[in-house]
């Protein structure tokens, strides 16, 4: 079967850093993906990862261990405007364009 | 605008009528799927069709059907619905570059089945 953990929320304080975790136990793997979510709104894309180590977008870094099933997305400098879910995402099969979501995290940036 | 439009945006219906959510893309994407969305399980993909007539089976086709007969378009049949698939439903597209390219979603379908 395919699994994908995150914690369900996180509250974290304008300015300050918060780590969003997700593990995932899949049948293979082909990459991983987080998308945003504000609520009400559709999700937008962040940031993919295929191979080990940390990818650099502006604020969002996203990270990935293939090794221990986790990745991890760092926001940093965190804005208000940054209260949404965060939805991380595994392509388990190189062909096809299957993928298979976690269950989101929702992040409270409080002032 | 490159966008993906969904139509209805919201819909209340009753069991066992059929309904057809459509989806349409701007962009040239080869690859749309399905999804819907329900608390506490996130997204779980319904169907993918990776070109004009090639479709999948996502994680949770039962109840749904799709067609693909031109690039742009990629509709949600529901031939007899239930109430269980009351759902918020999201369409989605890529360009094709092995996969791993990242999906526009539509605004959403907002369904009801009473």
């Known amino acids: 079967g395919q699994n994908i953990d995150q914690p369900t929320e996180m509250t974290a304080t304008e300015g300050a850093i918060v780590q969003i975790n997700c593990t995932y136990q899949t049948s293979g793997f082909n990459g991983l993906f987080w998308y945003q979510q504000h609520a009400g709104e559709a999700p937008t894309f962040l940031s993919y990862n295929v191979l080990d180590g940390l990818e650099e977008k502006g604020r969002f870094s996203s990270f990935l261990s293939r090794s221990k099933g986790y990745s991890y997305l760092l926001l940093k400098e965190l804005q208000m405007k940054d209260s949404a879910s965060y939805l991380c995402?595994?392509?388990?099969?190189?062909?096809?364009?299957?993928?298979?979501f976690g269950p989101g995290t929702r992040l409270s940036v409080l002032p | 605008e490159a966008q993906v439009t969904q139509n209805p945006r919201y819909l209340i219906t009753v069991t066992g009528k059929k309904l057809t959510v459509t989806c349409s893309q701007n962009?040239?994407?080869?690859?749309m799927s399905w999804y819907r969305q329900d608390p506490g399980l996130g997204l779980r993909q319904i169907y993918y069709?990776?070109?004009?007539?090639?479709?999948d089976k996502g994680d949770v086709p039962e109840g749904y059907k799709v067609s693909r007969k031109e690039k742009r378009n990629f509709p949600l049949i529901l031939e007899s619905p239930s109430p269980n698939q009351t759902s918020l439903y999201f369409c989605a597209s890529s360009l094709a570059l092995g996969g791993l390219s990242e999906q526009f979603f539509g605004p959403g379908t907002r369904l009801t089945v009473l």
């Open positions: 069709s990776m070109n004009v007539e090639v479709t």
């Open positions: 962009m040239n994407h080869e690859y």
């Open positions: 995402a595994v392509k388990p099969h190189n062909y096809g364009q299957n993928f298979v």
